[in-house]
């Protein structure tokens, strides 16, 4: 073969073996520094076997150069005869630059891979990694040796010779022997401090739990008491100074690098408290301050360094607290509170590469088995080790987990801790990224087994561990309720009923012997229908728990599988329907409305399929099937109205739950946790309408519908298909502004006007006969809602005719009409009935409610007189003022008269202020100057929010309201609504007050100014 031939062999050879630059790879073989180990086949082959073969290469050469001419033949000749060493080498280097870049700086510490000879070797403990931090004596020597030792564990890590819960001890033991050593050189540099207390350091976190990654934060507490003789003011400054010593021993960066940082930051009051407490201090604080994530946090405490007997006293201490967690009070806010820190705590721009946080993530299984642990651990001592798996281990063994579950989620759990571990290697960084480039992608593939596709293989299986773990809630918390209360065979978990109790209670529902049997009516039995629940329920469950009223989610949701369990497509669209099940469960659970819409119609849960079902159909639309249903009754006027009733019923739900779960881009009020309500849309697109406004235009367009349908029930019943009298309902307040809320009445004016050669007087009895008909058939009882007209706001109020003629209208507009009609009639459009009367009328009162010259100054006293009355005589007896949508101070009435004054001024003149609208008139106010940009912003806000506190009240407590609920759990689901998060309903309202406050003062300063 020609020398060509030959090299193209050993070319494609080297492509084969992995590497990814064979020309170059030729070359380093080829170097004097490798000579003659290059040209073995061993060292190829164990290079073929590394995580990255190219990597290991280029540092076996800088290593081999570092060496002096005598080392550099020792390590070439080991290279070609030492397999054992070889191995694991090639291994540590083709895994880790970092430590590659360790032993080029180090040339003589490779020998320490030289064999594992002793059960030390291989299984180390505290005591050898003590041993081998020994001689250590300040922090360059700390690092070294502390390097060294690292260097060992990733050898038998990368080998095989440990897995990933041998590695994660290891790490942990040598973190523990290097807090010990920090401390022993601390208390070196300065013994006075030493004499003078006795301190503790309690490990926390992984490194508690005995489970570290290779590179984190090493989280510790530090306790601490005065030696026999010494007051405590000293003896804690002496151990605050030693504390800070060996924190910085450990965390400072030298010219032999860094360990990892110490960080005490989950000690009581966190980095605002002091960082050494005595006993007694720890214990006050956590008996009267403590959240419940500190007693979650306490699960992995284990003493680590210095007093043993002081470490072991605290540890006995604050354990009983931990198991009592569950019990506390507020012990379900704060889970709730701390799920969704878990799931908000990832950056948008990390969330598809985030191992730890991200879904199906790390710390979805820790959060899992912790709050597991506390829930169960109370009354089950087996549950309350500290390490993660072997506490999942422990639930399962006790029943508290499927034992398949259990052992899915192991699994997963190892491959992203492996994952985790491989990643921080490369360069001993700490990161929870999934690395992007694809060279890095593949050297994490090989390094976890994956030869035939690296980047491929790496790909699909993180895809399905991570999948396992996003189901971890419905695995671990309620398939095994789900399998105690349907007595299924063995082998699956089975709870016994209190601790079926327990767990329901910690989840947030109040009666869990109500929710059991509602389970248990659900997914009883080996029927299709409660298998299929059983496959539902846990992410209904899920929901229902991450509401304000988890039982009557779950009571919602059983009467409603009552209703349609037998119907084939009601199950099947839960399970197909990826979104479906979703929605209902946040639908169910979100308050009385919705859910009691539901239940008058069951069928109506096909809409929840989708989040473009569920957006408002126009009116045209609503209208044209509503008339075609009353047309189908004829002159049975109670039926066609109940038909049209019907439809308004499902539109009302769909609009509500739509709200409910933000299909109109809702989100949170000023400061809450949750989406801002019109967040700007991607790609330079027009800003979406704020829910409220969306829901208003929808509730609008539906009212108007049913009073088409309604005017035509009446019209058709007595008088065929043509009324002696042309008539027309005006919409005036919210119905004509297009604000309507879910508790709002239709506030209407009836107009009609003689057909020609009708009599004035039978002209009027028609219509007075079809104005009174539309408003019985209307409320009628019914299981559908009623729509109440309000026709108040006509000419002489109540006192007046209900309806009049247009010629009637137009004489008592010229001549009795009083300021405040002619400031109602500024939002006053046609709604439904004859087209051209309404337009007619709308031009008879265009000149009242935009006066030419505008308002003089005794209609704008009138107006502030009027304004000030209202304030002063309409708020209920007791209420606050604060937080009253309507009348309260900068509520809905502040802003709208301070608008509606605005265009009675100036509306004659500015074309654009001519809007029923409040928002379209205030942003035209805003637009022709008469309003500051930040003041018209004020009153916009603070107008948006009252308007959806009004829905929201509506939603939650099925009856209208103009003020907060005073109930805990009511105003709980309304600032769920608001996307506060649980226990944070106070913030709702003090958020609330500080809007409404600003609206407050722009409106008095542009309202009542001179």
Excluded at 674 to 683: I, K, L, N, R
């Amino acid at each position: 073969m020609s020398l060509g031939g030959r090299r193209d062999s050993r070319f494609g050879r080297l492509l084969r073996h992995g590497f990814t630059d064979p020309g170059a790879a030729e070359r380093l073989l080829d170097s004097p520094a490798l000579r003659p180990a290059g040209s073995d086949g061993a060292l190829l082959d164990s290079l073929a076997a590394a995580a990255d073969p190219d990597l290991a290469l280029r540092a076996l050469v800088r290593i081999a150069e570092a060496q002096t001419p005598a080392g550099r033949t020792v390590f070439v000749e080991t290279l070609v005869a030492g397999k054992p060493l070889r191995d694991r080498l090639v291994a540590v280097l083709g895994a880790s630059e970092a430590l590659g870049d360790h032993l080029a700086r180090r040339p003589g510490e490779w020998q320490e891979l030289a064999s594992f000879d002793t059960a030390a070797d291989l299984h180390p403990g505290i005591a050898d990694f003590e041993a081998a931090l020994a001689g250590a004596d300040d922090a360059d020597a700390l690092r070294i040796a502390y390097r060294r030792a690292l260097l060992l564990i990733a050898a038998r890590d990368m080998t095989g010779t440990t897995g990933f819960s041998e590695a994660a001890a290891e790490l942990a033991d040598l973190a523990t022997a290097t807090l010990r050593a920090a401390l022993r050189i601390a208390c070196a540099e300065t013994p006075a401090d030493a004499e003078r207390c006795r301190l503790a350091v309690i490990g926390m976190g992984k490194c508690g739990g005995r489970e570290l990654n290779y590179v984190s934060d090493v989280d510790v507490i530090f306790v601490a008491e005065p030696a026999e003789g010494v007051a405590e003011g000293p003896a804690m400054q002496a151990a605050t100074r030693l504390a800070s010593r060996m924190m910085r021993l450990c965390s400072d960066t030298t010219a032999e690098g860094t360990i990892w940082p110490v960080d005490p930051n989950l000690r009581p009051e966190g980095r605002n408290g002091p960082l050494v407490r005595t006993l007694a201090s720890h214990l006050a604080y956590y008996r009267r301050w403590a959240k419940t994530w500190e007693f979650q946090a306490l699960l992995k405490a284990r003493p680590v360094a210095g007093d043993a007997a002081l470490g072991k006293e605290y540890a006995a201490a604050v354990a009983p607290m931990v198991w009592e967690a569950a019990a506390r009070e507020n012990f379900v806010p704060d889970v709730q509170e701390m799920r969704r820190r878990v799931e908000e705590s990832v950056p948008a721009a990390h969330a598809g590469r985030e191992l730890k946080l991200g879904p199906g993530g790390l710390r979805d299984v820790e959060f899992a088995v912790q709050l597991l642990q506390l829930v169960h651990g109370r009354g089950d001592p087996e549950l309350r080790g500290p390490n993660t798996l072997q506490a999942l281990a422990a639930l399962s063994d006790g029943g508290y987990v499927g034992r398949r579950d259990a052992g899915a989620l192991d699994a997963s759990y190892r491959f992203l801790r492996t994952v985790e571990h491989r990643i921080q290697l490369f360069r001993l960084r700490r990161t929870h990224l999934m690395p992007e480039a694809e060279p890095d992608l593949r050297r994490l593939g090989r390094s976890l087994g994956f030869f035939r596709d690296p980047v491929a293989e790496l790909g699909v299986a993180w895809r399905q561990h991570a999948a396992v773990v996003r189901r971890l809630h419905e695995k671990l918390f309620y398939r095994p309720l789900l399998e105690a209360v349907a007595q299924l065979e063995a082998g699956q978990a089975r709870l016994s009923p209190e601790a079926a109790g327990q767990r329901l209670v910690a989840l947030g529902y109040a009666d869990p012997a109500a929710a059991l049997r509602h389970l248990r009516a659900l997914a009883s039995g080996v029927s299709r229908k409660a298998a299929i629940q059983r496959t539902l329920l846990p992410v209904l469950l899920d929901r229902f728990a991450d509401s304000a009223d988890p039982d009557a989610g779950l009571l919602n949701f059983r009467k409603v599988s009552d209703a349609l369990g037998s119907t084939p497509w009601y199950l099947r669209l839960l399970r197909d329907e990826g979104a479906a099940a979703e929605n209902l469960a946040r639908v169910l659970s979100a308050g009385r409305l919705a859910p009691d819409l539901l239940l008058r119609a069951p069928e109506a849960v096909a809409l929840l399929g989708s989040q473009e079902a569920l957006l408002p159909r126009g009116r045209a639309a609503l209208e044209q099937e509503i008339l075609a249903a009353v047309g189908r009754y004829g002159t049975d006027a109670e039926a066609a109205v109940t038909a049209a009733r019907g439809i308004r019923r499902r539109e009302l739900f769909r609009t509500a739950a739509a709200d409910v779960i933000g299909a109109y881009a809702g989100g949170a009020a000023p400061g809450a946790g949750g989406e801002a309500e019109a967040a700007e849309p991607a790609g330079g697109a027009e800003p979406a309408e704020p829910a409220v406004v969306r829901v208003g235009a929808a509730l609008f367009s539906l009212n108007a519908a049913t009073l088409a349908g309604a005017l035509r029930a009446a019209v058709q019943a007595a008088w065929g298909t043509t009324l002696p009298t042309r008539f027309t309902v005006i919409g005036m307040g919210r119905f004509g502004g297009q604000e309507l809320g879910y508790g709002s009445d239709a506030d209407v004016m009836f107009v009609h006007e003689p057909r020609e050669g009708v009599p004035e007087e039978e002209a009027a009895r028609a219509a007075f006969a079809v104005a009174n008909e539309m408003r019985r058939l209307l409320q009628i009882p019914a299981t559908d809602p009623p729509l109440p007209i309000d026709a108040d706001l006509r000419p002489e109020g109540k006192s007046g005719p209900l309806v009049r003629s247009l010629s009637s209208y137009r004489a008592y507009y010229g001549r009795w009409s009083l300021v405040w009609e002619s400031q109602a009639l500024l939002r006053a459009q046609p709604v439904a009935g004859d087209a051209d009367l309404g337009r007619r009328f709308i031009e008879l009162i265009d000149p009242l409610r935009y006066p030419e010259g505008g308002l003089d100054d005794r209609a704008v006293r009138e107006i502030r007189r009027l304004k000030a009355r209202m304030e002063a005589e309409r708020l209920p007896r007791g209420a606050d003022p604060t937080l009253h949508t309507k009348l309260g101070r900068g509520g809905l009435s502040d802003v709208e008269w301070t608008v509606q004054l605005l265009q009675m001024r100036h509306g004659h003149e500015l074309p654009a202020l001519r809007t029923t609208g409040t928002r379209a008139a205030l942003a035209a106010a805003e637009a022709a100057g008469l309003l500051d940009p930040a003041d018209a912003r004020v009153l916009d806000e603070a107008w948006r929010l009252a308007a959806r506190v009004r829905n929201a009240v509506m939603l939650v407590r099925g009856r209208p309201g103009d003020t907060f609920p005073s109930e805990t759990r009511e105003l709980a689901a309304v600032a769920r609504y608001f996307g506060y998060p649980p226990g944070h309903a106070g913030e709702l309202l003090d958020d609330y007050r500080r809007t409404t406050r600003r609206a407050r003062a722009v409106m008095e300063r542009l309202f009542y100014a001179a």
